[in-house]
């Protein structure tokens, strides 16, 4: 059974860089069967999709935070990571991991979330 | 891309009610590309319905997801005191993926 599970600071400085990992189990993170995704949520408010990578390294970013984000794969550790740069306060949120069968169009795994504050 | 508006914002039911959620995009979406998603306090979404209508694994009968174009729904037939929570609706676009902004299903 697949499971994903998130991890990284609580706490960023502005203008530094927010880096999470997603470490996934029950899978490989170099298989043809998955896209592996980061979403967030600012406290009390909607969902935030980030961006997404395929096993390939193919890369799939929101356009509103695309010159800030790099999600990559490390298939040796089994997991993949997040980097947003020159984050701000508005940067502040719940920051998860996700993943999406190849043929299925839609999150069905979620790792349980990692709350990010942003602040000096 | 297409921008979800979710309608109404909250909604204020009792159990047993029969709930139907609006999702509504500003251009046409392919059903085969949009989602839903239950969210509890303090808990990660969960997947409901892909594909416009098909329910994730484990998802019992009484939701069900339908619409075409710019108009989808998701419905719950009968409401248990564990649907009471946010919902929201997703699209594929062809390189963005958007979420509507929600909607608050609360016990009456």
């Known amino acids: 059974q697949l499971q994903l599970q998130d991890s990284g600071p609580g706490l960023v400085k502005p203008s530094e860089t927010l880096s999470l990992t997603c470490t996934v189990s029950?899978?490989?993170?170099?298989?043809?069967?998955?896209?592996w995704g980061w979403i967030r949520q600012p406290p009390g408010k909607g969902l935030e999709w980030i961006g997404t990578?395929?096993?390939?390294?193919?890369?799939y970013y929101n356009p509103s935070l695309k010159s800030r984000v790099t999600i990559s794969v490390d298939t040796s550790k089994s997991h993949f990571s997040l980097n947003l740069n020159s984050v701000t306060a508005a940067d502040t949120a719940v920051y998860y991991c996700?993943?999406?069968?190849?043929?299925?169009?839609?999150?069905?795994?979620w790792g349980q979330g990692t709350l990010v504050t942003v602040s000096s | 891309e297409s921008v979800l508006t979710q309608s109404p914002g909250t909604l204020s039911l009792s159990p047993g009610e029969r709930v139907t959620l609006s999702c509504r995009a500003s251009?046409?979406?392919?059903?085969?590309?949009l989602a839903w998603y239950q969210q509890k306090p303090g808990q990660a979404p969960r997947l409901l319905i892909y594909?416009?209508?098909s329910r994730a694994t484990g998802i019992p009968d009484r939701f069900s997801g339908s619409g075409s174009g710019t108009d989808f729904t998701l419905t719950i037939s009968r409401l248990q005191p564990e649907d009471f929570a946010v919902y929201y609706c997703?699209?594929?676009?062809?390189?963005?993926?958007?979420f509507g902004q929600g909607t608050r299903l609360e016990i009456k």
């Open positions: 997703q699209q594929y676009g062809t390189s963005l993926i958007t």
């Open positions: 251009q046409s979406v392919s059903s085969s590309y």
């Open positions: 594909g416009g209508s």
């Open positions: 029950g899978a490989s993170v170099s298989s043809s069967s998955y896209y």
């Open positions: 990578i395929y096993y390939s390294g193919s890369t």
């Open positions: 996700a993943s999406r069968q190849q043929w299925l169009v839609g999150f069905d795994c």
